[in-house]
Each structure stands twice: as C-alpha cells, then as structure tokens.
C-alpha cells in the first residue's frame, strides 16, 4: 500500500547541534520527495524537496539525502536555531497516471533549545 | 495575495448539518488537492483533481464527503451530515503537473477549522 513512516516523533536539540528525520516509503513509484515546516497555526511550507534521480540536495543548514533502493530519505538540519522549532513533515509523490498525489508522514515535532 | 486562498478559516455547526468550504488554488495550477489533518497527524489524503477531473479519493473516505472543481479552478468540498469524527483542519494545496506529469511544489492553504458540536 501507499504509506510513508516518519521518525522519530519528537526531537529535542541544543541550539547549534544537528537534528536528523528519517523517513521511510512504501510505494516504488514514488519520484518526488518534498520535507515541509509548520508552525503552530500556520499552513504547511515546503523547505526542501528532492527527486529520485538524485542521492542528495543541499541548501544552506539544511539537506536531504534519498537512498532509493531501501526507500529510506532523510533531512538533516546542522546548526539548528530555535527558529528552527516546529512540526516537519517528509512527503512521498506518486507519479503514476491518473495519481500524482502526495502521501505525508506523520510529522516530527522539533524543539531546538536555547 | 496569489497564494492559496481557503474560506471560511474556521466553521462551527451542529451535528448532522451539511457543510461546505471552498478552496481557490494558484491560478496557473492544474491540480489541486483536499487532505484532513487532526492535531499531532500528517496531512491525509483526501481526494484530487487534475484540472477539472477528480481523478482520485480516498477509499477511506465516506459517502458523506464530495467535492468538486467545476471548471477547473476553485473547488468545493461538501461534508453533508457532520458527525463529531468530522473535527479537523481542512487543507488544501495546489501545484504544478510539469513535462511528463513530474509533480512539483505543492502550496497549502491556511485551512478551514471545522469543529462540529
């Protein structure tokens, strides 16, 4: 089935360390991997995404590294601030036609502390 | 604002009334997505449209739920007889189908709030 695994649930960080959310998909016709922030309140909003055909993707403190035999992709924040503190989820797209829709893990939620 | 655009933010009614929210997406969008969200969960999945066409929903959603994109470009979704299971956020979202239909960035709506008491 169509499902996508997310831990951990929760993380807690000193500021300035690494946090790392590891996500795992079900469906191999997954080709789109987009990680996304909410804070409290507010919609989702995509920090970072990557496709199939790439092993890694980096922007600034954060990355996203996909292993496509094992269905595993996880992102990595370095550096973390406490404006990094919020809920993040991971994202599967299935590309299939007729189906191109995204299946959300079931968040983590991270608090960095100062 | 070019953003998604979800009205109303937050609805309150009675068990076994019919409610109905509205979703304008990015205008340039060909798909457009509803998903349910309770506190501490990941947005589900609740049905898509590619254009006009819903070519998708949820097995597990109910009979009770429909939604529409009538021309394929705001979109409505109904939940007739609310139940208090109903309670949650009500995302929408947007995006892209690119060359070969490679799905892009998908835009949330700020979500309507549905409380049924």
């Known amino acids: 089935g169509e499902n996508v695994e997310q831990h951990p649930s929760t993380l807690s960080v000193q500021e300035g360390d690494s946090a790392v959310i590891k996500c795992t998909y079900s469906?191999?016709?997954?080709?789109?991997f987009p990680w996304y922030k909410q804070e409290l309140g507010k919609r989702p909003q995509l920090i970072i995404d990557?496709?199939?055909?790439?092993g890694e993707k980096k922007d600034q403190r954060i990355a996203v590294t996909l292993n496509k035999t094992a269905k595993h992709f996880s992102l990595h924040i370095t550096e973390t601030q406490p404006e990094d503190s919020a809920v993040y989820f991971c994202?599967?797209?299935?590309?299939?036609?007729?189906?191109?829709?995204?299946?959300f893990g079931t968040g983590t939620r991270l608090k960095v502390l100062a | 604002d070019t953003g998604v655009s979800q009205n109303p933010r937050h609805k309150i009614t009675k068990r076994g009334q019919n409610v109905t929210f509205r979703c304008d997406p990015i205008?340039?969008?060909?798909?457009l997505y509803w998903y349910r969200q309770t506190l501490g969960q990941g947005p589900e999945f609740l049905t898509y449209?590619?254009?006009?066409?819903?070519?998708?929903k949820s097995r597990l959603l109910s009979d009770r739920f429909s939604a529409e994109r009538p021309k394929g470009s705001f979109s409505t979704l109904e939940i007739q007889r609310t139940e208090q299971g109903d309670s949650a956020m009500y995302l929408c979202?947007?995006?892209?189908?690119?060359?070969?239909?490679?799905?892009?960035?998908?835009?949330f709506g700020q979500g309507t709030r549905l409380t049924v008491v």
């Open positions: 979202a947007s995006s892209f189908g690119g060359t070969g239909g490679l799905n892009t960035e998908a835009f």
């Open positions: 469906d191999s016709a997954s080709n789109y």
């Open positions: 994202a599967a797209s299935i590309d299939r036609p007729g189906t191109y829709k995204y299946i």
């Open positions: 449209f590619q254009n006009e066409a819903q070519l998708e």
């Open positions: 990557i496709r199939s055909n790439v």
């Open positions: 205008s340039e969008h060909n798909r």
